[in-house]
């Protein structure tokens, strides 16, 4: 495809999906990130498991503001879903990350909006698939969506433009090697 051809054809919102066991769903989300701040797009990231995001990244995208903003809608992992209480706490927070995100989309102030681990908050059933399904339709034609996460619903993969399954080929944890700084944390 030349340049003149990329041209004539209108500017597409992708529906992206990061999933799979092995490492590299946020990585490729952040990537996607930097390249829309060469354009001088706004990025909104919400994260929806508090607690993963690392150091590095948070330094790292403090120096891409104003165009990426960085929210945390989760409240950790659950742990032992049979605690009832427990179990409506995290609900409680997921359903609040989920307006938040709805109140992104709609402001049409980003080209760019990544829900991370939005998968895994789904899989633990802290988000449901009207919910899923809610986001989903409050896009506009211009706006791209990443979701990331492991365990993404078999229904997001059909409706998804792009799909990423990262398949762990090998890890370094497999032999022992922890997280290294400015690779995982
Ligand atoms: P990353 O943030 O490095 O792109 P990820 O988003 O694909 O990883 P998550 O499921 O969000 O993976 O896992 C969060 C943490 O677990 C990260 O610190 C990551 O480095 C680590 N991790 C990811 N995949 C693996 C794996 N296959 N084995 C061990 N650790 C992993
Ligand atoms: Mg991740």
């Known amino acids: ?55 590095g990244e948070l330094k790292g995208i403090k120096r891409l503001e104003p165009n990426i903003e960085l929210h945390t809608v989760g409240e950790g992992f659950v742990g032992i879903v049979d605690d009832t209480k427990e179990f409506e706490e995290h609900r409680a927070a997921a359903r609040k990350g989920v307006e938040f995100a709805l109140e992104t989309i709609h402001s049409r102030r980003h080209r760019l909006i990544i829900l991370d681990e939005l998968n895994v908050a789904a899989e633990l059933g802290l988000v449901t ?19 990331t996460g492991r365990g993404a619903r078999d ?7 792009l799909v990423t399954e990262m398949r762990e080929v090998k890890h370094p944890y497999q032999k022992g090697v922890l997280a290294q700084k400015g690779i995982d944390w």
Not at 23 to 49: D, E, H, P
Not at 131 to 140: Q, T, V
Request: charged residues 25%; glycine residues 8%.
């Open 1 to 55: 495809m030349t340049a003149d051809d990329r041209a004539k054809q209108p500017e597409t919102g992708l529906l992206i999906v990061y999933t799979g066991n092995g490492k590299g769903k946020t990585t490729a989300a952040l990537g996607m990130c930097v390249r829309a701040v060469g354009y001088n797009w706004n990025v909104s990231i919400i994260q929806f498991v508090k607690g993963s995001w690392k150091y």
């Open 129 to 147: 698939d009207d919910e899923i399904e809610e986001i989903l339709s409050a896009r506009d034609s211009q706006q791209h969506l990443v979701i």
């Open 155 to 161: 229904w997001l993969i059909e409706r998804a433009d």
